[in-house]
């Protein structure tokens, strides 16, 4: 014999209240937001990044006539993010061998490596993304400075929403994520 208890369910958890109608009605408006509802469109994302806003606004990827260009926005986007990783991960070499020639204590051992192994892995590691960021940034070799300067200010750097860059700022990001598709699908 069980006992059935009007405000709990059959597991003994208690009963969420039905939802009203006006309840309905106003999630109804907010499932319609498209990023509510779960319709993501790559260019939403884009929007969270400087140079991400100007591929979009500026229609980088296209001609004068709506056709695609070589190098069409997706490609610019993803130029734009591997070169911000590189970065990061440049970043994160160069401190780990200033921590390495400061004989920083080493980390509890992971993986079954002895610590020099471990250590060697690391520094091959540093070493590789140290010049894969080199490689990359010799794309700009072939450019005028403010080309890298821009592509570097307006990439690297967080830029608040309202914040609009000059022409000549925008004119070699454009160059700038360019050379670095052209890099980057060779």
């Not at 208890?5 to 939802?19: D, F, Q, S, V």
């Not at 130029?79 to 070499?93: D, L, P, T, V």
């Not at 002895?114 to 072939?142: L, M, Q």
Request: glycine residues 6%.
């Amino acid at each position: 014999m069980s006992i059935a208890i009007p405000h709990r369910e059959a597991n003994g958890r208690p009963k969420r209240p039905t939802r009203t109608q006006e309840e309905r009605n106003t999630m109804s408006v907010a499932m319609k937001q498209p990023h509510r509802a779960g319709a993501r469109v790559p260019e939403h994302e884009w929007r969270c990044e400087l140079f991400g806003r100007l591929i979009l606004d500026k229609h980088w990827g296209f001609d004068a006539d709506g056709r695609r260009l070589k190098y069409g926005p997706s490609e610019r986007w993803d130029a734009g993010n591997k070169f911000k990783r590189e970065y990061h991960a440049w970043q994160r070499a160069k401190a780990s061998r200033r921590a390495w020639e400061n004989e920083v204590a080493p980390p509890s051992n992971s993986g079954g490596l002895t610590e020099d192994e471990r250590r060697a892995k690391e520094i091959k590691a540093a070493n590789d993304a140290i010049e894969r960021y080199g490689k990359t940034v010799e794309v700009f070799a072939s450019q005028p400075a403010r080309v890298f300067e821009a592509g570097t200010y307006v990439i690297l750097d967080p830029q608040p929403e309202d914040w609009s860059p000059g022409h000549t700022t925008i004119e070699s990001t454009y160059d700038a994520l360019w050379a670095l598709a052209e890099y980057y699908a060779r």
